[in-house]
């Protein structure tokens, strides 16, 4: 292999991919890259054998083949090189990086030992806008589960539906979906961890559209610069159309920011989680209040439109306050049933296809 390629290409390379490599494993292997200079590429893959992501960048491709090198070590070299144009190339079992008068001599190990990653499955693929696959985990894996047990709600689950794929988390307390549109007939019904999901959002841009597809053990998405695959999770997600409420006895109006701060504000005087904080409406105004047995008591008050019967529900705060962050909008729509049933929240915005709910709590 003997490549030449632009410094910061290099560095943006390596930075999408290493995070995806294993830093302490049985396995050394994993702790490498894959380079492969070809067709006017520098291909660089990296992988844990959970998820595996293989980046390509232009590249001036003087001698094709493959490296494998360690995957920390080059990343820190890339950063510290001195001139734009960098040269790369493996002779006897070394890889020589020359950036103007700074060399380096690394050594490699046997490109066969990496992992491979499986073919992509084009027979059950369809097409995603990244714009919309950025906003839907952003909006949905606050509300994965950081428990070690319930394994399948560590993670978001994707399901196909009319031309439409609802991603929704859950963690038994609150959960959270937004539904993208698709274009192509692939189905899908997987869980796709949340380390998963952290790579997928590194690589997107936002601008691309992305395929999609998945076999009983592994999820893709691909794009013309990168792949990422990732193993699935195992287990049962619940059934997440059960918990959506249809009809509500109570609908408010507020305004995101007025809201969030005063719930910001109210629960600062409790440590810890969860914070319990209570939730009252009387007429045109919406009463916040929380109190701890060590810090004291807070209590806030926001107009709001409402001219019904007193109504009070009890929250964890920090569950309205991540529900609510995510919201593109400046209106939020709040609808209640009882003080003891979920409640939902969704944009003003009606073009927006984001819900969540939110479980009450008991506060005294």
């Not at 490549?3 to 995070?19: E, F, M, P, R, Y």
């Not at 693929?125 to 985990?137: P, T, Y």
């Not at 560590?154 to 794929?165: A, K, M, N, P, Y």
Request: hydrophobic content about 40%; glycine content about 6%.
């Amino acid at each position: 292999m003997e490549i030449v390629i632009d410094k910061a290409d290099l560095q943006n390379i390596l930075k999408k991919v290493i995070s995806a490599t294993e830093k302490k494993s049985a396995l050394p292997i994993l702790s490498n890259f894959l380079l492969e200079g070809k067709d006017d590429k520098l291909i660089v893959q990296g992988t844990d054998l959970e998820v595996h992501v293989s980046v390509s960048v232009f590249a001036k491709v003087e001698k094709e083949g493959k490296a494998c090198v360690n995957a920390k070590k080059l990343t820190d070299i890339s950063r510290l090189l001195p001139s734009n144009e960098v040269y790369i190339k493996l002779e006897d079992n070394v890889l020589k990086i020359k950036s103007g008068k700074t060399k380096y001599n690394l050594p490699v190990v046997s490109s066969e030992d990496f992992p491979m990653m499986y073919p992509f499955p084009e027979d059950n693929a369809f097409i995603v806008s990244g714009d919309e696959l950025q906003k839907a985990i952003s909006k949905t894996s606050y509300a994965t589960s950081k428990e070690e047990t319930g394994y399948a709600l560590q993670g978001v689950l994707f399901r196909s539906l009319d031309g439409e794929i609802d991603l929704v988390a859950t963690d038994g307390h609150r959960l959270a979906l937004y539904t993208i549109h698709r274009n192509g007939n692939g189905e899908v019904n997987i869980i796709a961890p949340q380390k998963a999901l952290n790579e997928l959002k590194k690589l997107l841009t936002g601008l691309e559209d992305v395929e999609m597809a998945s076999t009983d053990q592994y999820v893709f998405f691909r794009t013309k610069e990168w792949i990422l695959m990732s193993r699935l999770l195992e287990g049962t997600f619940p059934d997440y159309t059960k918990v959506i409420p249809e009809e509500y006895s109570i609908q408010i109006k507020l305004n995101k920011k007025e809201f969030l701060d005063a719930v910001k504000r109210v629960s600062a005087v409790i440590e810890g989680d969860p914070k319990p904080i209570k939730l009252t409406l009387r007429e045109n105004s919406l009463e916040l209040v929380s109190r701890s047995a060590e810090y004291g008591e807070a209590v806030d008050e926001i107009p709001v439109d409402y001219s019904g019967e007193e109504f009070s529900i009890g929250f964890n705060a920090r569950y309205l306050i991540e529900a609510v962050d995510v919201i593109d909008g400046d209106g939020v729509i709040i609808r209640f049933t009882t003080p003891n049933a979920q409640t939902l929240i969704i944009p003003e915005d009606q073009n927006d296809r984001y819900k969540a709910i939110v479980m009450p709590m008991e506060v005294a």
